[in-house]
Protein backbone atom coordinates (compact mmCIF):
# COMPACT_ATOMS: atom_id res chain seq x y z
CA UNK A 1 0.00 0.00 0.00
CA UNK A 2 1.22 3.27 -1.25
CA UNK A 3 1.42 5.86 1.40
CA UNK A 4 3.22 9.79 1.40
CA UNK A 5 2.02 10.70 5.40
CA UNK A 6 3.38 14.76 5.85
CA UNK A 7 4.16 15.91 9.42
CA UNK A 8 4.95 19.14 11.16
CA UNK A 9 2.90 21.69 9.96
CA UNK A 10 1.30 24.26 12.17
CA UNK A 11 1.12 27.38 13.72
CA UNK A 12 3.97 29.73 13.45
CA UNK A 13 4.57 33.36 13.99
CA UNK A 14 5.73 35.38 11.11
CA UNK A 15 9.53 35.06 10.94
CA UNK A 16 9.41 31.78 12.47
CA UNK A 17 10.66 28.47 11.03
CA UNK A 18 8.95 24.95 10.61
CA UNK A 19 10.33 21.68 9.02
CA UNK A 20 7.96 19.67 6.81
CA UNK A 21 8.65 16.01 6.84
CA UNK A 22 7.27 13.08 4.23
CA UNK A 23 7.91 9.36 5.26
CA UNK A 24 7.03 7.22 2.35
CA UNK A 25 6.09 3.75 2.17
CA UNK A 26 4.81 1.13 -0.63
CA UNK A 27 6.80 1.82 -3.50
CA UNK A 28 10.50 2.42 -4.24
CA UNK A 29 11.63 5.71 -2.74
CA UNK A 30 14.81 6.16 -4.05
CA UNK A 31 13.82 6.19 -7.68
CA UNK A 32 11.21 9.04 -7.30
CA UNK A 33 11.48 12.59 -7.57
CA UNK A 34 9.86 14.43 -4.57
CA UNK A 35 8.21 17.71 -4.69
CA UNK A 36 6.56 20.20 -2.19
CA UNK A 37 3.42 21.66 -3.22
CA UNK A 38 1.32 23.83 -1.11
CA UNK A 39 -2.69 25.44 -2.09
CA UNK A 40 -3.29 28.69 -0.03
CA UNK A 41 -7.61 29.28 -0.04
CA UNK A 42 -9.04 30.05 -3.37
CA UNK A 43 -5.62 29.85 -4.95
CA UNK A 44 -4.52 26.60 -7.42
CA UNK A 45 -1.70 24.66 -6.03
CA UNK A 46 1.40 25.26 -6.50
CA UNK A 47 5.28 23.86 -6.72
CA UNK A 48 6.97 25.58 -3.52
CA UNK A 49 10.80 23.20 -4.24
CA UNK A 50 11.50 19.69 -6.18
CA UNK A 51 14.24 17.28 -5.42
CA UNK A 52 15.94 14.66 -8.14
CA UNK A 53 15.51 11.01 -7.03
CA UNK A 54 19.41 11.04 -6.02
CA UNK A 55 19.17 14.27 -4.21
CA UNK A 56 21.90 16.22 -6.68
CA UNK A 57 19.44 18.50 -8.34
CA UNK A 58 16.79 20.62 -6.97
CA UNK A 59 14.54 23.72 -7.66
CA UNK A 60 12.34 26.24 -5.92
CA UNK A 61 9.73 28.82 -6.90
CA UNK A 62 11.12 32.09 -7.01
CA UNK A 63 8.61 33.16 -3.75
CA UNK A 64 10.61 30.82 -1.91
CA UNK A 65 14.29 31.03 -3.00
CA UNK A 66 16.70 31.33 -0.52
CA UNK A 67 14.33 30.61 2.51
CA UNK A 68 13.41 27.29 2.16
CA UNK A 69 15.19 24.23 1.69
CA UNK A 70 14.40 20.64 0.34
CA UNK A 71 15.98 17.50 1.01
CA UNK A 72 15.89 14.02 1.24
CA UNK A 73 17.03 10.67 2.81
CA UNK A 74 16.89 7.71 0.67
CA UNK A 75 17.66 5.54 4.05
CA UNK A 76 14.67 6.75 5.78
CA UNK A 77 12.40 7.24 2.78
CA UNK A 78 12.03 10.92 3.74
CA UNK A 79 12.16 14.20 1.97
CA UNK A 80 12.26 16.91 4.01
CA UNK A 81 11.09 20.83 3.61
CA UNK A 82 12.92 23.17 5.96
CA UNK A 83 10.78 26.56 5.77
CA UNK A 84 12.82 29.54 7.80
CA UNK A 85 11.90 32.94 7.53
CA UNK A 86 8.05 32.57 7.36
CA UNK A 87 5.55 35.11 6.10
CA UNK A 88 2.23 34.97 6.08
CA UNK A 89 1.77 34.53 2.45
CA UNK A 90 3.21 31.06 2.57
CA UNK A 91 0.21 29.76 4.70
CA UNK A 92 -1.24 26.98 2.94
CA UNK A 93 -1.82 23.00 2.92
CA UNK A 94 1.42 21.52 2.41
CA UNK A 95 1.08 18.57 0.40
CA UNK A 96 4.11 15.48 -0.65
CA UNK A 97 4.21 14.63 -4.59
CA UNK A 98 6.07 11.42 -5.80
CA UNK A 99 6.58 10.86 -9.46
CA UNK A 100 8.24 9.05 -11.82
CA UNK A 101 7.77 8.27 -15.45
CA UNK A 102 5.17 5.16 -14.26
CA UNK A 103 3.30 6.77 -11.08
CA UNK A 104 2.15 9.92 -9.65
CA UNK A 105 1.46 9.76 -5.46
CA UNK A 106 0.39 12.29 -3.80
CA UNK A 107 0.29 12.52 0.29
CA UNK A 108 -3.08 14.51 2.22
CA UNK A 109 -1.02 17.74 3.17
CA UNK A 110 -0.62 19.14 6.62
CA UNK A 111 -1.34 22.60 7.31
CA UNK A 112 0.84 25.53 7.42
CA UNK A 113 -0.26 28.70 9.04
CA UNK A 114 1.90 31.72 9.25
CA UNK A 115 0.14 34.35 11.63
CA UNK A 116 1.07 36.67 15.10
Known amino acids: QVQLVESGGGLVQPGGSLRLSCAAS????????MTWYRQAPGKERELVAR????????NYADSVKGRFTISRDNAKNTVYLQMNSLIPEDTAVYYC?????????WGQGTQVTVSS
Open 97 to 105: NAVNYYNVY
Open 26 to 33: GFTFSIYT
Open 51 to 58: ITSGGGST
